[in-house]
């Protein structure tokens, strides 16, 4: 009935020595996942939506329809 | 509405307390299920207070005085069947049995679903009895007109709502 003394002191060090590096490499890992699947195909996406844009195009296409108060379309 | 509500909730805890007592064996022990003295130390089954404050059967038969009597000499002689029958007088539940589950959840979250669905249905009636009319903006005309302004204003051209519009096509993506 001679069981080994258990561990009493250094029990939160032992844990964080454990379980910090794995937060950290955790939180790491969900930065980069979300920049590379979000933010990077958002701006992206931006780019491309804006190399092909003529302002004026859609500014008269947007009057024709009549959303504009201070410019009317032109057959008015 | 509410006194059934309440009157099926009284019954089940009666219902609870008669299976509770129902065994003759109860009668033996110290519990007295309807009225408890606190002024007298109480007998408890848990699992932080390993040892009690009174031994589980307070009235000894003769049988289990003898036995209470061989107790005070060396256990060595004492059978196995006599240490758990000494066990059982101090205690009523071993630990497993303490911890053992029941299957109340399931009572509970049938109990949970059922109140659910008849809350469903009071807002059922509700909504076909009490509300009013829908605002005259979400019929299906004053919707169209409302799409089409919002094609036409380019809203959320990037990723939203004028993107998956085919402007050439004049139709959905």
Known sequence: MSLPKPAMRGLLAKRLRFHLPIAFALSLVAAAAFKFAVTEPRKQAYADFYKQYDAMKEFNAMKEAGVFQSVRPSGE | ?173
């Open chain 2, 1 to 173: 509405m509410l006194a059934s509500r309440a009157l099926v909730r009284g019954l089940q805890s009666g219902f609870w307390r008669r299976v509770s007592t129902s065994s003759s064996a109860w009668a033996a022990h110290t519990h007295d299920v309807d009225v408890i003295d606190c002024s007298v130390p109480q007998y408890n089954n848990r699992l932080d207070t390993p040892l009690p404050d009174i031994p589980f059967v307070r009235n000894l038969s003769a049988e289990q005085k003898k036995l209470k009597e061989k107790e005070k000499g060396p256990w060595t002689q004492l059978t196995k069947e006599e240490k758990l029958a000494i066990y059982r007088l101090t205690h009523e539940l071993t630990f497993p049995e303490m911890k053992k589950g029941s299957k109340e959840w399931m009572t509970v979250l049938g109990g949970i679903f059922f109140f659910l669905g008849f809350t469903g249905l009071l807002v059922w009636w509700q909504r076909v009895f009490v509300y009013g009319d829908v605002p005259h903006t979400l019929s299906q005309e004053w919707v169209e007109k409302q799409t089409q302004r919002m094609i036409d204003m380019r809203v959320n051209p990037v990723h939203g709502f004028a993107h998956k519009w085919d402007y050439e096509k004049k139709q959905w993506k």
